[in-house]
């Protein structure tokens, strides 16, 4: 008999609490879904915009063994583009990231191209936050009408450094993983 008052005083217990958590939430005011406060001013969006729509870019980093620009006898690893799936906060996937030139695709089949802004650093094993200023989309739907976007929250991504670059290697290519967040912005 005790036991199935405890569990009786468990289950009441339980469910009085989720009813006060659920009211709790429901008396909350939605905030933006994403803050940028926290980032370096020089990528932080102009205000006038709003986020459209929030991804997570999850595929790789093509580098090649170059000759240095400028510095002649001398190589260095360059970004040759990047090959990404972009999902969305649930985990589905929304579209797809390439190039070059860096372009932006929904599964929708709208896309755009972007102009660079600006970058900050990120971290010595990642790539730099970034903020871009979107092209006009082609096509119609996600991508139209997106006036910024922004690379935060990234992991990985940068030049090899288990392979190094010489004038022996010239012309080899190397790829790594990277995850990053992709932030689309339109005007509000």
Request: net charge positive; with cysteine; proline share 8%.
């Amino acid at each position: 008999m005790h036991t199935s008052r405890t569990t009786r005083s468990v289950a009441v217990l339980g469910a009085v609490s989720a009813a006060a958590f659920l009211t709790a939430c429901g008396s909350m005011s939605m905030a933006p879904a994403f803050n940028q406060s926290s980032l370096p001013p020089t990528i932080q969006v102009p205000a006038g915009n709003k986020v459209a729509m929030e991804t997570v870019g999850k595929g790789d980093i093509t580098y090649e063994c170059r000759d240095k620009a400028n510095a002649p006898g001398q190589t260095e690893w360059v970004f040759v583009g990047p090959d990404a799936k972009l999902w969305d906060r649930s985990g589905k996937q929304v579209g797809k990231y390439y190039g070059p030139p860096a372009t932006w695709e929904s599964n929708d089949g709208s896309k755009l191209t972007a102009t660079q802004l600006a970058v900050a650093p990120s971290g010595p094993t990642s790539l730099p936050f970034q903020l871009v200023k979107a092209n006009p989309a082609t096509g119609s739907g996600a991508m139209t009408g997106v006036t910024y976007i922004q690379r935060v929250a990234l992991q990985g991504g940068v030049a090899p450094a288990a392979m190094p670059c010489t004038p022996a290697t010239k012309g080899q290519k190397q790829v790594v993983q990277y995850q990053a967040d992709y932030i689309f912005w339109k005007a509000s």
